[in-house]
């Protein structure tokens, strides 16, 4: 175990001293504080795994840390495939560690929503993070009624996450990037009159201009599901990390880069002692500062790409590069004050360790990302991040007929036209989703989302008055283009795995297998591979891996299309759907969706 809660002592951010809260785990008394997700009360009280896979009893942790994995599951109060790191505790909780595949001991759980009527709004935003809160806003401003609709505790999403109101922090400003930025626009959000904010509410499916949603603790029973009919909808629903696959990734100890900067910021827990960070990108350095931040000691950040290819994909748009150099220049700053090393053109190829990292291999790439031989050395470390860019949340999107592309950095994104509407009439999409480009274009689609989405919404007309708001998009997607060329992906990464080297987490199927598979059957797509290999078709349904199976399965030169089809897009309970009461039948909603994974 590595894993630890920073001492208040000393804490950047000045944190208070939260109230205690009686939880168990197995049984025993732990200690917890309020404000703190029931992963970060595992983590704390020494427990990295609490959880088995269902097939060959492999322990399983926090992996991705924003809900997408499903590694972290736990049983609470005795209703099981809870996700740890985004249930908040509550007092009196019974933690339990979940074995393979479980069943409820409970028969029903107190509601936890109350009762929920259907809403008719103008615009409804999905996603509370830059692109979510400046769409909300700008929607706003521009006359409509609008509603926010966001998994989160608070405003902000991954990139201003937030700590817990019950953590007391003084001075919270230490933990944020532009912090004087976000909080005017977070206050303008909260105090805005045609403004309303339902946090701790996800969106499960999508029909339409109608979204279903639940409001409730992450996972609890008794989530009522209710709709929400819009005139326009503008989803900002984000992404995840992408991780690369190599022997040992599956282990306890290795996390996501998100996942560790996540527990940091906000639940400050350090992931270890020693830890390495490997990948590609410059969201690598915040995590390195992060991790600091808790007081762990980075030995190592790794950036796969060569100093040549960084230098070279920046000076492709020399008007882009002098934005980022200030922001630069204080994490090379960081980097040398705390004595850790970056290296380009190195990368992580393997983690060893029984039931947890206790190391991990490292090597030089040529300039395809294959390991050059005699360069490998081995490194004590007792946890890994890793991060090798993002990959949109696109579910709600595909649901909703939205047209799929290509994004800048080769991964699928979200068409959208000079004013991000999609293909899909009133349907808005704006940052992440549309490209990976960073939190400055994500701000700019979100104002230029939401100011047309309102135009849409009450005249049926486009909005003539955004012409600035174009120039700051443009200017973005210049920087995401640089961005993709400076850290692009290369196909030897495929090299650093075997064929024992577990592809899918959730249904631990192997390379060898997947080849084996489309060897055997002469498949070339996702779909095919899920029903024929069961990968992807685990509890994550291939938010890990459908990307990187598809780009195993892809011929040389071929654009990878992964399988993006999840009619439901977060986790729901089919009893609450079984016991809703709701303006429409949810029947209809069932039927609809068991109709739609029969075609899929």
């Known amino acids: 175990m590595s894993a630890y809660l920073r001492p208040r002592s000393g804490d950047p951010a000045e944190i208070g001293t939260p109230t205690a809260v009686d939880v168990t785990v197995d049984g025993h008394p732990v200690a917890a504080q309020a404000g703190q997700t029931v992963a970060a009360v595992l983590l704390a009280n020494g427990r990295d795994t609490w959880r088995t896979t269902r097939l060959h009893d ?5 992996f991705c840390g924003i809900g997408a994995c499903q590694d972290c599951l736990v049983t609470v109060n005795g209703l099981p495939d809870v996700r740890a790191c985004q249930r908040t505790i509550t007092p009196g909780d019974a933690i339990a560690t979940q074995t393979g595949a479980v069943l409820p001991t409970t028969s029903s759980a107190a509601a936890t929503a109350g009762e929920q009527t259907r809403r008719v709004v103008e615009v409804v935003v999905v996603g509370a993070g830059p692109a979510g809160v400046a769409a909300a806003v700008a929607a706003g401003d521009a006359g409509a009624e609008v509603l ?5 505790r608070a405003v902000g999403g991954q990139y201003n996450r937030q700590l817990p109101v019950e953590f007391a922090a003084r001075r919270p400003d230490r933990l944020q990037h532009e912090w004087k930025v976000f909080a005017e626009q977070r206050d303008r959000l909260v105090s805005h009159p045609r403004i309303t904010y339902l946090p701790d ?6 029909e339409g201009l109608r979204l279903w949603a639940q409001t409730g603790p992450a996972d609890a029973s008794g989530r009522q599901p209710f709709a929400i009919d819009a005139q326009s909808v503008v989803l900002a629903a984000g992404a995840y990390d992408r991780v690369l696959p190599f022997p040992g990734w599956d282990l306890p100890g290795v996390y996501t880069a998100g996942a560790a900067q996540a527990l940091a910021k906000g639940q400050r827990i ?11 990108g410059p969201f690598l350095l915040p995590v390195a500062e992060s991790l600091v931040g808790v007081g762990a000691h980075v030995v190592a950040l790794l950036e796969a790409n060569s100093l040549t290819t960084v230098r070279k994909g920046w000076s492709s748009d020399p008007l882009v590069a002098p934005s980022k150099l200030r922001e630069a220049v204080g994490y090379g700053a960081l980097l040398a004050r705390h004595r850790i090393p970056l290296r380009h053109g190195w990368t992580v190829i393997a983690a060893h360790g029984i039931d947890h990292v206790e190391a991990a291999t490292i090597a030089r790439l040529d300039s395809d990302w294959r390991p050059i031989r005699g360069s490998e050395r081995r490194v004590e470390v007792d946890a890994v991040c890793v991060g090798f860019g993002f990959t949109a949340n696109l579910e709600l999107a595909v649901s909703a007929g939205c047209t799929i592309t290509t994004g800048p950095n080769g991964g699928p994104a979200v068409a959208v036209d000079a004013n991000q509407q999609t293909s899909t009439p009133g349907v808005f999409a704006a940052g992440e989703l549309t490209g990976i480009g960073g939190a400055a274009l994500s701000t700019a689609e979100g104002t230029l989302a939401g100011t047309t989405a309102a135009h849409h919404a009450l005249t049926g007309s486009e ?16 920087f995401a283009g640089a961005l993709a060329r400076a850290y692009p992906v290369r196909d030897g990464w495929k090299s650093w795995s075997t064929a024992d080297t577990l592809v899918c987490r959730c ?5 060898g297998q997947i080849e084996a598979a489309a060897q055997e059957r002469g498949l070339d797509d996702g779909r095919a591979m899920k029903l024929s290999s069961r990968a992807g078709l685990g509890m994550c349904q291939g938010r890990v891996c459908s990307r990187t199976v598809a780009e195993l399965l892809a011929a040389p030169g071929d654009v990878p299309e992964p399988s993006m089809k999840r009619p439901i897009a977060v986790p729901v309970r089919l009893r609450d759907l079984a016991d809703a009461e709701v303006a429409e039948s949810p029947e209809t909603v069932l ?10």
């Open 463 to 478: 909005a003539s008055d955004v012409a600035a708001v174009r120039g700051a998009v443009e200017r973005g997607r210049r």
């Open 148 to 152: 926010v609709v966001d998994s989160g």
């Open 507 to 511: 249904e631990e199927v192997t390379r």
């Open 201 to 206: 509410t996800s969106v499960w499916a999508i």
């Open 591 to 600: 039927d609809t969706m068991l109709e739609t994974m029969e075609e899929q």
């Open 58 to 62: 492999r322990p399983r942790g926090v």
């Open 270 to 280: 350090a992931v270890g002692h020693r830890v390495l960070v490997a990948g590609t």
